[in-house]
């Protein structure tokens, strides 16, 4: 069964600098998804990569996949108070539509 | 469109009651899934539909937890005999047919049981 894990669990960071989550997975995936979710909210959609190799950036995000690896990354650039938020990747189960998620990187950026 | 909407946002409930939320997805989309999520954890999958019907329930979905969606349009999470155990928040999310553009998530119902 497909497990999707997330290093690390939590990340204080200052402002201006930069950091990588990552997120493995188990077994063989093609597309993987990252998504944003503040405190008592629900989950905003920030990256979806759809193949080997992709990269997406938004603003000081930048997220990639490898999949022979298994393993996606959400990269930090200049981190800024704003960004201070839980991430969380997600793959889908082989066969099925459903998603696994990752436990979730707590960040926070301190001015 | 408005997007993916619950209802209630919020549900106090004492031990042994019966609950139940609602979930209006984006009217295009026909994949229609509930999570669930506690403190300090990822979403956990609970069960989902394409169109009308129900295709996959997790092993975590209880006898006591149903869910319907009888149209093919907004569904219903019904969870009877309430234990503080499912204290939690309720996500509610739509897709396209292949999924390719991820899941829209609603706002989700927080249930307290007390």
């Known amino acids: 069964e497909l497990k999707v894990e997330q290093n690390p669990l939590f990340l204080s960071m200052q402002e201006g600098k930069n950091y990588t989550i990552y997120c493995n997975y188990s077994?063989?995936?093609?597309?993987l998804y990252w998504y944003r979710q503040d405190p008592g909210k629900s989950l905003e959609s920030l990256f979806v990569?759809?193949?080997?190799?992709a990269v997406k950036q938004e603003g000081r995000l930048m997220a990639s996949l490898d999949t022979k690896a298994r393993l996606s990354t959400l990269h930090i650039t200049a981190a800024v108070h704003d960004l201070s938020a839980t991430y969380f990747c997600?793959?889908?189960?082989?066969?099925?539509?459903?998603?696994?998620f990752g436990t979730g990187t707590r960040l926070k950026v301190l001015a | 469109d408005t997007g993916v909407s619950q209802d209630p946002r919020h549900k106090i409930t004492k031990r042994g009651q019966n609950v139940t939320f609602r979930c209006d997805p984006i009217?295009?989309?026909?994949?229609l899934y509930w999570y669930r999520q506690t403190l300090g954890q990822g979403p956990e999958f609970l069960t989902y539909?394409?169109?009308?019907?129900?295709?996959?329930k997790s092993r975590l979905l209880s006898d006591r937890f149903s869910a319907e969606r009888p149209k093919g349009s907004f569904s219903t999470l019904e969870i009877q005999r309430t234990e503080q155990g499912d204290s939690a928040m309720y996500l509610c999310?739509?897709?396209?047919?292949?999924?390719?553009?991820?899941?829209?998530f609603g706002s989700g119902t927080r249930l307290t049981v007390v």
């Open positions: 990569l759809l193949s080997n190799g």
């Open positions: 009217s295009e989309h026909n994949r």
């Open positions: 999310a739509s897709s396209y047919t292949g999924g390719g553009h991820g899941y829209t």
């Open positions: 077994t063989t995936s093609d597309r």
């Open positions: 539909f394409q169109n009308e019907a129900q295709l996959e």
């Open positions: 997600a793959a889908p189960s082989s066969g099925t539509y459903k998603y696994i």
